[in-house]
């Protein structure tokens, strides 16, 4: 990266407001790191303890998603890659988050997200509830969770969960990159 790169790199971020940026080997050690640095940073730009709650509650949820759904990467020594952003403009903080998905869970995702955005803020509530009291919580081989992510967006956010699938290069035929977004 040349350093003129760089310069603009900072004057975007600070332009678009983020706060916090990583991108690169996810872990469970790289996300608590980002954890505590977020809090930190949260705590830096007056953020309300309420929003603070839903949106470290919402960066916990997409990171994970990232690190447990993304596939290994070829040719990276077998790991698992994401991006995070945190940003805030004006009043409202934003995160977005990117990783792989491997193309054939495309339309399940979409779908997924799709239903959980149609539904109003007492049904997410309602959803939220009967999943936790749930014990068999998913009888398919690809969701490692309860089921619990997407509503916990859909619950902390102001607005439905924005979503984007990119390809990417050099493995357009196997591979997307999905992008998430929640406003707070």
């Known amino acids: 990266m040349e350093i003129d790169l760089f310069g603009s790199f900072q004057d975007d971020a600070d332009k678009k407001g983020i706060v916090f940026y990583y991108s690169g080997a996810l872990s469970q050690n790289?996300?608590?790191t980002m954890g505590d640095i977020l809090k930190?940073?949260?705590?830096?730009?007056?953020?309300?303890?309420?929003?603070?709650?839903?949106?470290?509650?919402?960066?916990?949820?997409?990171?994970q998603n990232a690190l447990h759904y993304s596939p290994l990467v070829p040719d990276s020594?077998?790991?698992?890659?994401g991006a995070v952003a945190v940003g805030k403009v004006e009043d409202h903080f934003y995160i977005v988050c990117g990783n792989l998905v491997d193309k054939k869970y495309i339309s399940r995702i979409t779908s997924k997200i799709e239903a959980v955005n149609s539904m109003s803020r007492d049904e997410v509530k309602q959803a939220y509830r009967m999943q936790l009291k749930n014990d068999h919580h998913s009888d398919d081989d690809i969701s490692k969770g309860a089921g619990l992510g997407l509503l916990t967006l859909a619950r902390d956010s102001i607005s439905p969960i924005e979503?984007?699938?990119?390809?990417?290069?050099?493995?357009?035929?196997?591979?997307?990159?999905?992008?998430?977004?929640t406003i707070f």
Do not use: C, P, W
């Open 77 to 81: 020594s077998s790991e698992k890659i």
């Open 163 to 181: 979503y984007s699938f990119k390809d990417v290069s050099g493995y357009e035929n196997e591979y997307s990159e999905l992008h998430l977004k």
């Open 40 to 63: 930190q940073r949260l705590d830096n730009n007056d953020a309300k303890s309420a929003v603070t709650k839903k949106l470290f509650s919402s960066f916990i949820e997409m990171i």
């Open 30 to 32: 790289v996300i608590a």
